[in-house]
């Protein structure tokens, strides 16, 4: 069952609740948000890496409500002076606010944080661009610099009620990252690193775990039975990659996953995935990779993923794992007329060159499933405790 949780605040005034949380399978939500991209588009950035900014951002989108009454976006770029691209109520759902992002134009020039959070709190957030009254105001700043004053204006921005969240990126930003994270203090985990423009992709599932989301999941489990119950058969593939593809095993709001527990039958790596339907593909969106022992097998293995190794996951994402050795995780046979969840279509395949890396596409479409199976495998969600303080404004 999912429920809202607040273990993770447990300090939070319950007078809160009736505002975060409703009664009802959906979970927790929903959320309004008024966000505006803040994005760099100086002379370091280059006309290369600019749309993988912009790509980055797109990525994004996807993990939000986007709809006149529920998350609004709006972009501005920098470099020497900010420029107005989009108002927050020019566009109002996710296709046309990923087209819009597309067509952003790239500039040059210096890398003046500071002007663009300024003219964001000042002059953008207003009731003539989209603005509500009462809806919690966001920025999402990506760049590959550091400027001067910029903490100082990130601290006016959050002492007004704006929540920044900063995305620095490659080795001119790595040895002053705390100009970066100073802008966001105290709360730090609103700052994120990327190694390069191509990280971004990598780094994408963290930032979506902070992003406000339609509901939460709250404290649950996802699977079919209990792993200790499902530990009949196990398969003789080796490097086999597996999709959980039945209404059972069915997102339909967001979270973290906080842990994955599986029976285990044999040594080796088991690498967990979280998959995204992009309609003619699905696009790999986060890994965890745990190791099996000696000691593990003949057990339930559980495992604890680290906070920041959490994929974050929204409505409609699937399961799967990837075993490159021979096969892990047993299964057991199961029928409709005992268990109406009986998974259908469990899917499976051997990838050619191994696990896919991440934001890679897999036409998982084309591949049949397989009945009557249910795996000793599940997944433990848990808000992120930001999730909760996203929705605090005033």
């Known amino acids: 069952m999912r429920k809202c949780g607040f273990s993770t605040i447990d300090f939070l005034p319950w007078i809160l609740i009736g505002s975060l949380c409703f009664r009802g399978i959906q979970g927790c939500g929903p959320v309004k948000a008024d966000i505006v991209l803040l994005i760099d588009e100086s002379g370091s ?81 207003t009731s003539a661009n989209g603005d509500r009254s009462g809806v919690a105001d966001y920025i999402l700043l990506v760049t590959d610099g550091t400027s001067s004053g910029a903490a100082t204006s990130g601290q006016a921005a959050i002492a007004s009620g704006i929540t920044i969240w900063v995305v620095g990126i490659g080795y001119e930003v790595e040895p002053y990252q705390q100009e970066l994270i100073d802008i966001v203090t105290p709360q730090d985990d609103f700052y994120f690193f990327a190694s390069d423009f191509d990280d971004l992709t990598n780094i994408a599932p963290q930032v979506a775990a902070v992003l406000p989301c339609p509901y939460f999941c709250g404290e649950w489990a996802i699977s079919y039975a209990s792993p200790v119950t499902l530990t009949q058969f196990l398969g003789t593939n080796t490097g086999e990659m597996y999709l959980l593809n039945d209404a059972v095993y069915d997102i339909n709001c967001c979270a973290v996953i906080s842990g994955w527990e599986f029976y285990a039958n044999a040594t080796g790596d088991v690498t967990m995935l979280v998959w995204r339907n992009r309609g003619a593909a699905y696009e790999l969106m986060g890994s965890n990779t745990i190791t099996v022992t000696a000691s593990d097998v003949g057990k339930v293995k559980n495992y604890t993923v680290p906070v920041g190794q959490r994929i974050g996951v929204v409505a409609g994402d699937r399961l799967g794992w990837y075993s490159s050795g021979t096969d892990i995780i047993p299964y057991d046979y199961c029928n409709t007329t005992q268990n109406e969840n009986c998974p259908q279509s469990t899917m499976s395949t051997t990838p050619g060159g191994g696990l896919p890396v991440l934001g890679s596409m897999f036409d998982w479409n084309a591949l049949s499933g397989t009945a009557d199976r249910g795996y000793a495998i599940q997944a433990y969600t848990t808000n992120s405790k930001w999730l909760f303080f996203l929705e605090i404004k005033g």
């Open 45 to 125: 950035v280059g006309r290369r890496n600019f749309p993988k900014q912009l790509d980055f951002c797109n990525t994004l989108i996807d993990s939000l409500n986007i709809g006149a009454d529920d998350v609004r976006i709006g972009a501005v770029t920098f470099s020497d002076d900010p420029v107005f691209h989009f108002a927050l109520d020019a566009h109002t759902t996710s296709t046309d606010v990923k087209t819009a992002i597309s067509n952003i134009d790239y500039k040059r020039g210096g890398t003046d944080i500071a002007k663009g959070i300024d003219y964001v709190k000042d002059t953008f957030l």
